[in-house]
């Protein structure tokens, strides 16, 4: 899926030369197919949306419609989900830093909060001695530390081969008004396979099955870390096999369905990149083409920063729109650079085809950790805009940033003494 070169055109002539647009089609349909195909191996199956992926209220509002748990790392996106009207009870916490506060606030509100380190247990032991607290019980889960593949894959969560998962269980029950009620675990691994995911749930049933007996938890959460999807010239570049989101959902559902029957704990996936990378697309315009050498640039108004901004060197699905407003160049090899003053701002290695200055140059599968990860580095971070079929207007998600939106937080007096 992409948006039409009519949306893109008026788009940047409504808003400026750089513009994101979001694809709600594409985000029902990947947030409904992702939990489909856990459902149909699995009943009892839902989404954490993953919240540090793409806060965009705008995203979060509809995986909250939609029926999703919200899935957030902080203090920040706890505030923003419940801003947003979800009840703490729809909330999921996972993150590796929690203040007492932000426990105590979240677990009040009936929030199912996953542990990480010994640190938040000692908190919400000091917590729980505190005789004023709200009359829900605390609803807590532990991230499991599990080998994959036989290497450890990940800094977060208890050890679970080592012991101290289960003494941090037995130290949680004795926590009065508390109950423990999920295992959790989110490992990303390089080549994000069903295998691997296999082996994950198998260990965190083996582990339920030590920890809570013959009924296991109320829920086990297996994370995110899935491939989203691609078309054909990008699944090429990973060099794998890309599972699809029925491979994974049918190995993994059947998994739970063996163990626990129809009516077992509730299975939750926390996807972030599969349901979000085809969410949204970003344009920018050719404002220059230039030849060094053997080299040619052609140097835009956006930046890697916008649509990759951990600098991955992967190629995302791409196209331009001609515009005819300047003379054609054929490129082989070409640049597509970005705005910023790094050498290692390019959008696209190796362009090959005609372009020229004044054209739109439009990258898919932008949705995943872009505007969130943005930094206020040189420019400041375009707008998002969404357009209604119906009414044949678009719509703000979230306006062009201001240069006085970066200064706001600064002492323009340099905070000098006097
Ligand atoms: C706990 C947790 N859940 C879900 C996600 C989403 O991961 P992805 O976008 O790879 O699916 C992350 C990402 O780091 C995470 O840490």
Known sequence: MTVSDREVL?????FGDAVYFVD??????????FRAAFQRAYARANLGYSVKTNYLPYFCRQAHALGCYSEVVSE????LVRALGVPGDRIIVNGPYKS???LRRALDEGAIVNLDAAY????LEELAADGDRSKRPWRLGLRCNVEIGGARVSRFGFDAEGGNLRASAERL?????AELVALHSHVCTRARSVAEYEELADKLIALADDLFGDRGPEMINLGGGFFSEMPEGMRATFGAEIPTFDEYGSALGAKMAKRYG????ELVLEPGLAILATAMHFACEVIDIKKLGDRTFVSTSGSIYNIKPTKSRRKLPMRVIHRERAPVVECRGADLAGYTCMEDDILHEGFDGPIAVGDVIVFDNVGAYTVVLKPPFIKTCPPVVGYDEASGAFFV???EEADSDVFATFAMDGGVLR
Request: glycine share 10%; charged share 25%.
């Open 10 to 14: 008026l788009g940047l002539e409504s």
């Open 24 to 33: 709600r089609a594409a985000f029902v349909a990947n947030v409904e197919r």
């Open 76 to 79: 920040m996106e706890y505030a």
């Open 100 to 102: 007492a506060a932000f």
């Open 120 to 123: 938040e247990i000692a908190a």
């Open 173 to 177: 029950r004795r926590l009065p008004g």
């Open 262 to 265: 129809a009516g077992g704990p």
């Open 397 to 399: 998600v979230k306006r």
